[in-house]
């Protein structure tokens, strides 16, 4: 079976979508001065265990626009080896990260998970949120596994 030539650029775009659209997100609950996720509002008592909501905020958006800036060296990954290994390095674990939210907010979201906070008020901008949440792990690990099989098949076919 032959592999799509766009498979790898169109995942890591979709990735890059992903992380952007968490940048997005934090910012904006920065500049509310709320915790949590779009959707997912924390609980009260986590409102006292950070010291400035915003700021925080504003940091999970900085690790977002890295992911994103991450997600980008995957769409074609970049000749230098120490580069591109760097960045599916680093892509595993923030597909790990990220999946490992995902399953977290849809136990919650599925009232499997009551330690987690309750119950999402608004449904549907939770149900979105996981959406983008699962396309962008779905992205990411394309993205990752096409850079590290792309990069290995060169290495073991050689010149021509």
Known sequence: MTRSP??????????????????VSKVDLARDGELGMPGFPAPPEAYTQVADVTAAQLGN????????????????????????WSAVGVSWPGVAMVGAGVVGFGARAAGLAPGLGDRPPHMATAVAALAVGALWVAGWSVAAAGATRGRRALRTAGPR
């Open 6 to 23: 766009r498979r790898q650029p169109v995942a890591a775009l979709i990735a890059c979508a992903g992380a952007l659209a968490y940048t």
């Open 61 to 84: 958006a900085g690790l977002g626009l890295l992911m994103a800036v991450v997600s980008l060296l995957l769409v074609r990954p970049p000749a230098a080896p120490w580069l591109r």
